[in-house]
C-alpha cells in the first residue's frame, strides 16, 4: 500500500552492529506491527503497538527492540543479541480494535557483511 | 497459542483451471481470517477475508469458504491466469488478543500456460 513506507529497502549489518529499520504510514491507523519472513516460511510477528508509546512483544521479540512515540512512525532496531538477523522485514498498520484488515509496506533485505 | 496450518505448500495449474488452498486453526474462537497474495520479492497484499459470522465470501474468481465446526477455511481461485502464480498465505486472528495474526507457512502457486 502506498501509505506505507519502509526504508532502507537492502540494508547491510555488521559483527556487533545495531541497525535500524524504519516505517511509517500516513493511513491514520492506530495499530502497526513488525513481522520477520525468512525463506519458505510464514510471517513471524516480533512486535506490535495498539497505540502511541504502547508496545507488545510478538513470537519472536528476543534481540529486537522498537519505540512508538508518534502514531505514524514504529521503528525497529535489531541488536547484535540477534545472532540471525538475515531475513525479510515487513511492517503492517491496520486501524483500531482487533479482527482488521492489516496493510503492508514493500518490506527491508537485512543481510549480514 | 493460534497454529495455523497450510497446505499444499506448492500447486501447480493449467491455466484456466481451479486452484484450491486449504487452511486449519487450532483456536475455536478465532474470528477473523485474511488470505495474502505475495510476489517475489513484493509486500503481501490482501485478497480476501472472511468473519466468523459468514460461511462464503466471493470476490469475482476469487472465494473464501468457511467451517467453523471442522475449524478450517479455503481460498478458491476460478479460471486460473498467468497472473495469479504467487505465494498465497492465509493467517488467523487469536481469540485471546485479536491484533495478533497467526500465519500458514504458505502455498506457491504456479499457473501454467
Same mark, same amino acid.
Given at each position: 500500500?502506498?501509505?506505507?513506507?519502509?526504508?532502507?529497502?537492502?540494508?547491510?549489518?555488521?559483527?556487533?552492529?545495531?541497525?535500524?529499520?524504519?516505517?511509517?504510514?500516513?493511513?491514520?491507523?492506530?495499530?502497526?506491527?513488525?513481522?520477520?519472513?525468512?525463506?519458505?516460511?510464514?510471517?513471524?510477528?516480533?512486535?506490535?503497538?495498539?497505540?502511541?508509546?504502547?508496545?507488545?512483544?510478538?513470537?519472536?521479540?528476543?534481540?529486537?527492540?522498537?519505540?512508538?512515540?508518534?502514531?505514524?512512525?514504529?521503528?525497529?532496531?535489531?541488536?547484535?543479541?540477534?545472532?540471525?538477523?538475515?531475513?525479510?522485514?515487513?511492517?503492517?498498520?491496520?486501524?483500531?480494535?482487533?479482527?482488521?484488515?492489516?496493510?503492508?509496506?514493500?518490506?527491508?533485505?537485512?543481510?549480514?557483511? | 497459542?493460534?497454529?495455523?496450518?497450510?497446505?499444499?505448500?506448492?500447486?501447480? &495449474?493449467? !491455466?484456466?483451471?481451479?486452484?484450491? #488452498?486449504?487452511? $486449519?486453526?487450532?483456536?475455536? =474462537?478465532?474470528?477473523?481470517?485474511?488470505?495474502?497474495?505475495?510476489?517475489?520479492?513484493?509486500?503481501?497484499?490482501?485478497?480476501?477475508?472472511?468473519?466468523?459470522? &459468514?460461511? !462464503?465470501?466471493?470476490?469475482?474468481? #476469487?472465494?473464501? $469458504?468457511?467451517?467453523?465446526? =471442522?475449524?478450517?477455511?479455503?481460498?478458491?481461485?476460478?479460471?486460473?491466469?498467468?497472473?495469479?502464480?504467487?505465494?498465497?498465505?492465509?493467517?488467523?486472528?487469536?481469540?485471546?488478543?485479536?491484533?495478533?495474526?497467526?500465519?500458514?507457512?504458505?502455498?506457491?502457486?504456479?499457473?501454467?500456460?
Amino acid at each position: 500500500d502506498g501509505g506505507i513506507t519502509q526504508s532502507p529497502k537492502y540494508l547491510f549489518r555488521k559483527e556487533g552492529q545495531n541497525v535500524t529499520l524504519s516505517c511509517e504510514q500516513n493511513l491514520n491507523h492506530d495499530a502497526m506491527y513488525w513481522y520477520r519472513q525468512d525463506p519458505g516460511q510464514g510471517l513471524r510477528l516480533i512486535y506490535y503497538s495498539q497505540i502511541v508509546n504502547d508496545f507488545q512483544k510478538g513470537d519472536i521479540a528476543e534481540g529486537y527492540s522498537v519505540s512508538r512515540e508518534k502514531k505514524e512512525s514504529f521503528p525497529l532496531t535489531v541488536t547484535s543479541a540477534q545472532k540471525n538477523p538475515t531475513a525479510f522485514y515487513l511492517c503492517a498498520s491496520s486501524t483500531q480494535g482487533g479482527n482488521q484488515p492489516q496493510h503492508f509496506g514493500d518490506g527491508t533485505r537485512l543481510s549480514i557483511l | 497459542g493460534e497454529n495455523v496450518e497450510q497446505h499444499p505448500s506448492t500447486l501447480s &495449474v493449467q !491455466e484456466g483451471d481451479s486452484a484450491v #488452498i486449504k487452511c $486449519t486453526y487450532s483456536d475455536s =474462537a478465532s474470528n477473523y481470517f485474511p488470505w495474502y497474495k505475495q510476489e517475489l520479492g513484493k509486500r503481501p497484499q490482501l485478497i480476501i477475508d472472511i468473519r466468523s459470522n &459468514v460461511g !462464503e465470501k466471493k470476490d469475482q474468481r #476469487i472465494a473464501v $469458504t468457511l467451517n467453523k465446526t =471442522a475449524k478450517h477455511f479455503s481460498l478458491h481461485i476460478t479460471e486460473t491466469q498467468p497472473e495469479d502464480s504467487a505465494v498465497y498465505f492465509c493467517a488467523a486472528t487469536f481469540s485471546s488478543n485479536d491484533y495478533k495474526l497467526s500465519f500458514g507457512a504458505g502455498t506457491t502457486v504456479t499457473v501454467r500456460a
